[in-house]
C-alpha cells in the first residue's frame, strides 16, 4: 500500500536549512522521499545538512541565499531548475525580525523586517507559485508567529506587524491559487528554541519561565516539533487543507490571559 506521506520523486525548496525548524524540516522532508534545495546565508550550514539527507540516500544541494534580496531568491531558483526541473514543496521558514519598542524603533528597522519576513516571503512564493501552476501542483507553507494574530508587546511591534502580513498573503495565495493545484498554508509556532532565542534567554535568564507560564504543555517548543506538520503538508495526506493557519504551540493560543497551566512534577 502507498503511504499517504511518501514524498519518493519530490523536491522540496526550504529556507533557512542551516539551522533550527528549517533543518529539522529539511531532514523530515528526506526521511519520507523528498529531494532537497537548501537555502541558507549560513552556506556551511546548509552544506551540513545537505551531507546528513545525501546520508539517508537523498539529493540535496546547498544554495547561499539571502531571503531578502530578489535577485538572490531568482538565483536560487534558477539553480532549482537547472539541478532538477521542478518543484513541490516549499518551506518558507528563513527571516528575522528586529526588536525595538514601537516609539523608539528606526523606520530602517522596520523596513529590514519587512523585507526580510514579508517581502522575501513573497518574493519566494511569487517564483515558487509560478512554477507549481505551470505543473499543476504544489503545496507552499510559510512559517509564521502566533504574533500574526495575537500581540506579544515586548518590543515586538515590526516583527508583528510583518508576521501580520504573512498570514493574510497566506491566505490570499490560497484563494488565489487553491484551483490551479496549488495549496498555501501557515505555521504559527509559540516560543522554539531555535539559535536566536537562545541567545535571548542567555542575556536574560528569567525570560524561559515567562514564556512558561502562557504554555500549557510546560515545555517550549524543539525544532523537530515542526517535522510531523511539514511531512503532512507537503504530501498528499492534505491534499484539501490550504488557507489553514495552524498553530504550533503547546497550547499557548487556547489558554486564557487569566489561566493558569497545570504544574506537574518531572518524572524522575
Same mark, same amino acid.
Given at each position: ?83 532538477? +526541473? #521542478? =518543484? ?6 528563513? *527571516?528575522?525580525? @528586529? %526588536? ?5 524603533? &528606526? ?110 504543555? +510546560? #515545555? =517550549? ?6 517535522? *510531523?506538520?511539514? @511531512? %503532512? ?5 492534505? &491534499? ?29
Amino acid at each position: 500500500m502507498t503511504s499517504l506521506f511518501d514524498l519518493s520523486g519530490r523536491v522540496a525548496l526550504v529556507s533557512g536549512a542551516a539551522s533550527g525548524m528549517g533543518r529539522a524540516m529539511s531532514l523530515a522532508l528526506a526521511e519520507h522521499g523528498a529531494d532537497l534545495v537548501l537555502a541558507d546565508l549560513n552556506a556551511a550550514g546548509a552544506q551540513q545538512t545537505a551531507h546528513s539527507i545525501q546520508q539517508l540516500g537523498r539529493k540535496a544541494i546547498a544554495v547561499p541565499c539571502d531571503v531578502s534580496s530578489p535577485d538572490s531568491i531568482r538565483a536560487l531558483f534558477s539553480k532549482l531548475d537547472q539541478e532538477f +526541473g #521542478r =518543484l513541490d514543496f516549499l518551506g518558507n521558514v528563513a *527571516g528575522e525580525g @528586529v %526588536l525595538g519598542k514601537p516609539e523608539e524603533i &528606526s523606520l530602517d528597522d522596520v523596513e529590514k523586517t519587512w523585507r526580510n519576513l514579508v517581502y522575501g516571503r513573497f518574493c519566494m512564493c511569487q517564483e515558487a507559485g509560478r512554477r507549481m501552476i505551470a505543473a499543476g501542483r504544489g503545496s507552499i507553507v510559510n512559517i509564521g508567529s502566533l504574533a500574526s494574530i495575537s500581540a506579544l508587546g515586548r518590543s515586538h511591534i515590526a516583527y508583528s506587524m510583518a508576521m501580520g502580513a504573512v498570514v493574510q498573503m497566506t491566505r490570499e495565495l490560497s484563494t488565489e491559487w487553491s484551483a490551479l493545484g496549488v495549496r498555501v498554508n501557515a505555521i504559527l509556532p509559540a516560543q522554539v528554541l531555535n539559535p536566536s532565542l537562545e541567545k535571548r534567554i542567555e542575556a536574560d535568564p528569567g525570560l524561559k519561565d515567562r514564556f512558561l507560564q502562557g504554555i500549557p504543555a +510546560g #515545555r =517550549l517548543g524543539h525544532p523537530n516539533d515542526i517535522q *510531523g506538520l511539514a @511531512v %503532512l503538508l507537503a504530501s498528499d495526506s492534505s &491534499s484539501w487543507i490550504t488557507g489553514a493557519l495552524i498553530p504550533m504551540d503547546g497550547g499557548n493560543l487556547a489558554m486564557n490571559c487569566g489561566g493558569t497551566r497545570r504544574y506537574v512534577d518531572p518524572v524522575t
